[in-house]
């Protein structure tokens, strides 16, 4: 029972930080080849967990191999041109300058259904309104609607906003951020003052957060409602 | 960056881990079956010394083997040499002659099937 308990733990500990190496990607996200590798590792994993009499270097060095391989292609085809046409899957052009192409949705096993389909969940209930639908790499489609079916923007409008850029969280339940501060141009000082003017402590502060135009608003403890 | 060359790392690791074990265990594993072919056919006729220096190659080797090949062909292994060790101490040519083959069997079948798979990869 001892084996199983470290087994399990060391799995946990390894399959994260393998996951890790991996990069920050959410499953919607991946691509083939690192679903294929995510699908194998729980394969691989649960080998030695479910069988005593498997060594555990059985489910460690395969995961080594596939995670290191993973990482290495990622990186050469980023280099290479040649290798990522080799190892990466090419986005589809299912709508170009406004035609279906079919012979794309053919080659992708795309439906006019599902295509619409795509399309609704877009938003977009007309397909004639549709300037490019590409298939990308994960699997999800992106689509650019004609210029005369799309939103009107701000530049349409010939507007010029203040860019609001992000807004900071400088304190967050009582705690200062430090890091946080350090992304703004101010430092504990200014926080202070800002604090002081609303007649407050540190700790009384539920949130605190400024945009980039300068713009603090807190929402005191007692205001959490 | 990082992560390319921690996995490079990973990988130059494995390999060698891989390659070592394996140099390693399959000329143990030749030792091992040249020493149990060696074993006379009789207890009587065996030498207390001939079984120690198996028992004593194997006592060397089998925790590198529980980290690459089944547990249950290592466990295989040291309850055959247990028993040509028994059959030899009882005088007991029948468990004696047995347990030697059967060990040669496991050694053999550890050899040609978990270590120099190559043949077996496909």
């Given at each position: ?5 470290i ?7 390894f ?18 080849s ?7 590792l729980s ?10 009499t498997i060594p555990f ?13 993973e ?32 012979s ?9 259904d ?5 399309l609704?969940i ?16 994960n ?25 609001k850029g ?7 339940d ?9 992304l703004?141009?101010?430092?504990t ?13 540190t700790?009384?502060?539920?949130l ?6 300068g713009k ?10 | ?13 494995v ?9 390693h265990s ?8 040249e ?11 065996a030498?207390e ?11 060397k ?8 090949v ?25 468990t004696?002659?047995?347990a ?12 040609h099937?978990?270590?120099i798979?190559?043949d077996?990869?496909i």
């Open positions: 029972m001892y084996t199983l308990f087994r399990t733990v060391l799995s946990y500990i399959l994260v930080g393998a996951m890790k190496l991996m990069g920050k990607r959410q499953i919607g996200q991946l691509e083939l690192e679903f294929v590798i995510t699908m194998l394969e691989l994993v649960a080998l030695p967990l479910t069988d005593n270097t059985y489910s460690i060095v395969p995961i080594i191999i596939l995670i290191s391989c990482v290495i292609i990622s990186y050469l085809a980023l280099k290479s041109n040649k290798l990522k046409k080799l190892f990466r899957v090419k986005p589809a052009i299912i709508i170009n300058k406004g035609k279906i192409s079919i794309q949705m053919e080659k992708m096993r795309i439906g006019l599902e295509l619409l389909s795509q609704r877009k938003n977009i209930s007309d397909i004639s309104d549709v300037e490019y639908a590409i298939l990308e790499q699997g999800q489609m992106s689509v650019i609607q004609k210029s005369t079916a799309r939103n009107v923007t701000v530049e349409d409008l010939d507007l010029k906003p203040k860019e992000i807004t900071h969280p400088l304190i967050v009582g705690h200062i951020s430090e890091f946080n501060l350090s703004t141009s101010h430092d000082s200014w926080l202070e003052k800002q604090l002081k003017k609303q007649n407050c402590k700790e009384d502060v539920f605190m957060t400024v945009d980039d135009t603090v608003n807190i929402i005191k403890k007692g205001s959490k409602k | 960056m990082k992560n390319v060359v921690i996995a490079s790392l990973l990988l130059l690791a390999i060698i881990f891989t390659v070592l074990s394996s140099l399959t000329r143990s594993l030749d030792n091992l079956i020493m149990a072919s060696a074993l006379s056919d009789k207890p009587s006729d030498t010394e001939d079984i120690k220096q198996l028992e004593n190659e194997w006592e080797n089998w925790e590198l083997y529980s980290i690459i089944n547990f249950n062909y290592v466990n295989n292994v040291s309850r055959e040499i247990s028993n040509v060790r028994s059959g030899y101490t009882a005088d007991d040519a029948g004696y002659l047995a030697k083959n059967a060990l040669l069997n496991a050694l053999d079948y550890i050899r099937t978990q270590i798979a190559l077996n990869i």
